[in-house]
């Protein structure tokens, strides 16, 4: 049988060489928001990584919305032209891989340390800046009080979606990415943990759905038609009368036919959740939402094996997987794994060709433990 994860695949009108991607992970590296020569390295070695997609980390739409200062951002020109220069950087690397960029805005979640730092929220006197979220209530004890957006408010944050969806089709991602979950902004206002409002936007799912349907509107409609266009959602907030797998499959359907896939995670929303972690454990969300709506879905979250992930593709669990930390374990897991599976490599650096010679490898095999 031959791989699918090594097989094309079309995200809207966006070819893409095969069905891995290299899911967006913050690197909290920036500086105001702009790319340095630490994301020259980071993703300059993904271009080559095997994987048809690459996904640039979170990139927040506002100031106000960074996790921490580290945080990428699309909120001004200085952003702008860091991020073209490193993409470019990559593209003169060659091959087929597309890369992407998630807009963000990390709400309620904002303000806060890097996460060797303790990732604690931020005080005034260490930087600290006001956060804001769909109510006035923080997300846990000693964190910051957000002020809960008016309407007008939403409106400008979602114009702030719409510019720096504007600076990513300038600057050459070809997919943009509207992050939905993880309890940042949008999430806060799906979920009734984060979201006691009484006005449109709150109460029912319908309300509570609201501004992500807007946002994810008014970013489609910004961007030219062959530039995908997707999500990312969490399935469930693994809490008691939070955000589920049935509510996030009504909000899929609302934004269906606006969107090009759905990236489906989970968690986020309260700061301990009642997670099982296990190999594949979002999987069955990813199905679940597959199944209902038809929307393209990229399955995500502790898949680490090739035939792991050949199997989730052949079981039609998902179109497309995603890894995140494997990739920054082992850069070449593209490579591995089209070893693995019998697949012929898309592109492959001409400078590298002596690691792809059969006397290397099976002496590699043999000697270094990679013979499974």
């Not at 009108?13 to 790319?35: H, I, K, T």
């Not at 970013?219 to 038609?225: E, K």
């Not at 509510?247 to 099982?276: H, L, M, W």
Request: hydrophobic residues 40%.
């Amino acid at each position: 049988m031959s791989s699918l994860l090594f097989t094309p695949m079309a995200l809207g009108w966006v070819e893409l060489a095969n069905r891995l991607a290299v899911a967006p992970m913050c690197m909290y590296s920036g500086v105001d928001g702009c790319m340095t020569d630490w994301h020259v390295q980071h993703l300059g070695q993904l271009a080559y990584s095997g994987a048809g997609l690459v996904i640039v980390e979170a990139s927040v739409v506002e100031r106000r919305g960074r996790i921490s200062g580290g945080d990428l951002g699309l909120y001004s020109d200085d952003c702008e032209q860091a991020a073209e220069r490193v993409l470019r950087y990559c593209e003169r690397l060659g091959g087929p891989t597309v890369f992407g960029v998630q807009l963000a805005h990390a709400g309620r979640k904002a303000s806060c340390q890097a996460p060797w730092e303790g990732g604690k929220p931020l005080s005034a006197a260490a930087g600290g800046w006001q956060t804001v979220s769909s109510s006035a209530r923080p997300f846990d004890d000693g964190w910051h009080a957000p002020i809960a957006l008016t309407e007008e408010g939403i409106q400008e944050v979602i114009e702030s979606f719409v510019q720096a969806a504007q600076r990513a089709v300038r600057i050459g991602y070809r997919v943009l990415e509207v992050h939905c979950a993880h309890g940042y902004l949008i999430h806060q206002f799906l979920s009734p943990i984060a979201n006691d409002r009484e006005d449109g936007y709150g109460g029912s799912l319908e309300n509570r759905m609201r501004f992500g349907r807007e946002v994810i509107a008014a970013v489609r409609a910004a961007v030219p038609a062959d530039v995908a266009v997707g999500m990312r959602i969490s399935a469930t907030d693994w809490a008691e009368g939070g955000w589920d797998v049935a509510d996030a499959i009504a909000f899929v359907e609302t934004v269906k036919s606006q969107i090009d896939y759905c990236c489906v995670s989970s968690g986020g929303s309260v700061p301990r959740p009642n997670i099982k972690v296990g190999p594949g454990f979002q999987v069955p969300f990813a199905q679940q939402i597959r199944e209902a709506t038809g929307v393209t879905t990229r399955a995500v979250g502790m898949i680490f094996d090739p035939l792991q992930a050949e199997e989730i593709l052949q079981s039609g669990h998902a179109d497309q997987i995603a890894l995140g930390r494997p990739f920054m374990d082992e850069p070449r897991w593209g490579w591995r794994a089209a070893e693995k599976l019998g697949a012929a490599m898309p592109h492959f650096p001409k400078p590298y060709h002596m690691v792809r010679s059969a006397g290397w490898i099976k002496f590699r095999d043999e000697n270094c433990g990679r013979g499974e």
